[in-house]
């Protein structure tokens, strides 16, 4: 076994220990959740700090370390040949960066879930299969296993959702499950056309090898999605824009863009907290990597015809978004449409098709996943104490609560994009690269760049009015006296799971090429990719 099925599996091993222990056995739960999670960060920093950036093609085994591939399946179709499928993992400086802020995040819902009650032998079996799925499709490279993966992660949420939710968690938990299965199913046939589309240059099989699929030259002549413009058409529709388009929206379901992002919301508010951070933390960074690596990795030549409206629906997102956090009077709806605002910019990025685009969308994936991570666990905080999160039942709570509101304030800050801190990379990387794509020929306007502007101006009313308004002035509660007795300040525990986000905030602000020197070679090889269509 390679270091990423241990990274994968060891989870796994979590889950059986757990079935396995008697119900009685409580409090012990958490604590082998803990340790499988603490040694997965441990192992998925090590794979970091040793990784060595490859300058091959996209498309080659030699881009990406780590490699494991063997045989999985093998089945005799007759005529159709040979069902080949690999169990096929390996990590380049898309999936790596990625790698690493999940097992952050899954550690901070560990440390969030300290003090669940119900069903905890449950609780924790999910939550661990949970991160086994996340881990798997980071590393998969292999479309069938990458697909599996995606559906196994499914069920838990679903579970974790529909069983510690709040008042209306059985809405929220179905209507995330049909959403996302929605565009999972739709995501199935375009895999099964791609097999028969391409064939293994050694066996001459057909496969569902990911980087045969990045290749032309691995297209069969004549075939359903064949890559050298030959492409069948569906209703007048190329087949190849067809494919990108269905898997397009699989991946924007997840971000998630508007208008597919309305069960986010929902999911958010009645989620419990820890589910509420692995959401915004991990979930919603699956569809952009999906998009940069399969969307674009596959069918660069559709990208490029259609990246103005990729770029139009990011701006539409991060508009939309934003007006509607300002709407908000419920603080955990307030943060859940700023995570789509703020996922409208990881869009905009990728569809300028520009090195600093690209790269600007990936680290704000990664600066969104702690960030939101953060602050979806400081709104746990304060319904944990008088379970009410309507912003106007508050005010004045600097007094009462001094270190929430410190952390309250800096991860405001963080997440509004000022200077030093990791959001403003991202975001202006985002924006030099949207400026820039006009003159490189990338279809992108610079007026997009304009309007992306003005969603971190409205990010800064948002943020700041919710500040004011719930912390600062005289003291109001909705619950009196009661309320300002269960205000207690934020405990050791709750400061040991705030602390390293916002340190890590400050931290890649002050030194972003502590992500960017493990990016920015696989950035420039995908555009190596895209580049001969524009």
């Not at 190849?240 to 929206?249: A, E, S």
Request: aromatic content about 14%; glycine content about 8%.
């Amino acid at each position: 076994m390679g270091l990423l099925s241990l990274l994968i599996f060891l989870p796994l091993l979590a889950v059986l220990a757990i079935l396995v222990l008697p119900n009685r056995s409580n409090g012990s739960f958490k604590y082998i959740s803990l340790a499988a999670t603490l040694i997965q960060f441990g192992l998925s920093g090590y794979l970091y700090a040793n990784f060595q950036p490859s300058e091959s093609a996209f498309n080659a085994v030699s881009a990406y370390q780590y490699v494991e591939q063997m045989p999985w399946i093998r089945m005799q179709l007759g005529s159709l040949g040979t069902l080949e499928i690999d169990y096929f993992l390996g990590v380049d400086g898309f999936s790596l960066p990625l790698l690493v802020l999940s097992a952050f995040v899954m550690l901070m819902a560990i440390g969030a879930s300290w003090r669940i009650e119900k069903s905890k032998k449950g609780y924790f079996a999910l939550l661990m299969l949970l991160n086994t799925a996340v881990m798997g499709i980071f590393c998969a490279l292999d479309f069938f296993l990458f697909y599996v993966f995606y559906e196994v992660m499914l069920l838990p949420l679903y579970f974790l959702i529909g069983i510690w939710g709040g008042a209306r968690r059985e809405y929220a938990a179905i209507k995330f499950f049909i959403y996302t299965l929605f565009g999972s199913v739709f995501m199935l046939l375009v895999i099964v056309g791609l097999y028969f589309s391409v064939q293994n240059p050694n066996t001459g099989a057909h496969t569902f090898n990911m980087l045969y699929m990045m290749d032309p030259t691995n297209y069969v002549p004549g075939s359903f999605f064949e890559a050298l413009g030959n492409s069948q058409e569906i209703l007048g529709i190329p087949a190849r824009m067809v494919g990108f388009i269905v898997l397009f929206v699989a991946f924007a379901i997840k971000i998630p863009i508007v208008p597919l992002h309305t069960w986010l919301p929902d999911a958010h508010v009645e989620a419990p907290t820890p589910v509420s951070i692995i959401l915004a933390g991990i979930l919603l960074k699956i569809g952009g990597y999906g998009v940069i690596r399969i969307c674009l990795g596959i069918f660069p030549d559709a990208a490029v015809d259609a990246n103005w409206w990729l770029g139009l629906i990011g701006i539409i997102s991060i508009l939309y978004g934003a007006f509607n956090a300002l709407a908000q009077t419920d603080l955990k709806r307030l943060i859940a449409y700023s995570s789509v605002s703020h996922m409208g910019f990881v869009l905009l990025g990728i569809a300028s098709l520009t090195a600093e685009g690209i790269s600007g969308a990936v680290f704000q994936m990664l600066s969104h996943g702690f960030l939101s991570a953060a602050l979806f666990f400081l709104v746990g905080v304060l319904y944990d104490r008088v379970h009410d999160r309507y912003i106007y039942n508050f005010r004045g709570l600097a007094s009462l609560m001094p270190k929430y509101t410190a952390y309250v304030a800096i991860a405001f800050f963080a997440s509004l994009g000022l200077p030093g801190f990791s959001a403003f990379i991202g975001e202006a990387f985002v924006i030099i690269g949207t400026f820039n794509a006009e003159s490189l020929s990338t279809g992108i306007p610079r007026w997009m760049a304009i309007f992306g502007s003005l969603g971190i101006l409205l990010s800064a009313a948002y943020f700041l009015w919710t500040l004011q308004r719930m912390f600062f002035g005289e003291t109001r509660l909705k619950g009196g006296e009661t309320w300002a007795n269960s205000l207690t300040d934020l405990s050791v525990r709750e400061q040991i799971i705030l602390f390293p986000t916002l340190a890590l905030a400050l931290l890649l602000g002050v030194m972003p090429s502590l992500v960017f020197g493990v990016l920015n070679q696989s950035v420039l090889s995908l555009l190596n990719l895209v580049n001969p269509y524009l």
